[in-house]
């Protein structure tokens, strides 16, 4: 039996390949950027995602890969208008929410009861 052992490359940590699920592949190089680190993501790709500045996504680590998913806000639809969920608005509030004064002016006129 011949034992063939074949030699990888190092992995390098400055080329990092995105794919998403239609199967385009691009590569980046990540770029400082003020105090942080950051790739950019080629615009075929933005666009076949919906990807645009400003959008959230989700990052996640699998053994050596890094993967990029745009979060979407649940929607509704209210007659021919869509919404955000109102489930989803309000996922954070627990009914603790107390009314206060924000300091801007002093009361005028009868507003102090």
Request: net charge negative; with cysteine; charged share 25%.
């Amino acid at each position: 039996m011949n034992n063939i052992t074949t030699a990888l490359p190092p992995p390098t940590r400055d080329i990092l390949c995105i794919s998403n699920q239609g199967g385009v592949m691009a590569d980046g190089i990540v770029n400082k950027w003020g105090n942080s680190e950051g790739i950019r993501i080629p615009k075929d790709i933005r666009e076949r995602t919906g990807l645009h500045e400003g959008s959230r996504v989700s990052i996640e680590v699998e053994g050596e890969r890094i993967i990029i998913t745009p979060i979407r806000p649940r929607t509704t639809h209210v007659g021919r208008y869509i919404v955000p969920d109102i489930r989803t608005l309000f996922a954070d509030y627990h009914g603790d929410y107390a009314p206060h004064e924000d300091g801007f002016t002093a009361a005028v006129g009868r507003e102090e009861l």
